[in-house]
């Protein structure tokens, strides 16, 4: 027989962790997958920020999409709009930039993707971070 078609191309970054948080959530249920993947205020045996790939990846191979730090993204920061909840981009200037994912000092249920928050370029925190990543 014919080799298989080659997959498609993958989705872009954010949706790498907000589809393999979903697919998990359809199988297992919200809480069990935010216990295996993510640190939040309720998994923690020590205060402060976890280690990395302690926690089970997403469905992707991701380590670390939810929880443990907030993550610094290259847009500005905007209220949440119904018109904007599906954007993957926030606006090309403000004065606060986006955080996502939520941190271990979080309730679990605050670790939806959709949720974000805006913070001062200059803040610093032990509760924020960044990822590095490559836009191919």
């Known amino acids: 027989p014919p080799p298989p078609p080659p997959p498609p191309p993958p989705p872009p970054f ?3 962790a907000e589809d393999g948080i979903r697919e998990s959530v359809a199988s297992r249920g919200l809480g069990d997958v935010y216990k295996r993947q993510a640190w939040h205020s309720r998994n923690l045996s020590q205060p402060g920020p976890q280690p990395v790939q302690r926690k089970q990846p997403n469905t992707w191979g991701l380590f ?10 290259q847009d500005y920061y905007a209220p949440l709009a119904l018109e904007t909840v599906n954007q993957t981009s926030g606006p090309k200037d403000g ?8 941190s271990y000092r979080n309730q679990p249920e605050s670790l939806e993707l959709w949720q974000r928050g805006g913070s001062p370029p200059k803040m610093r925190q032990d509760y924020l971070g960044f990822r590095v990543c490559a836009d191919p």
């Open 64 to 73: 670390d999409m939810q929880g443990n730090l907030w993550e610094w993204v």
């Open 95 to 102: 004065i606060l930039r986006t955080v996502r994912g939520g």
């Open 14 to 16: 954010f949706f790498h």
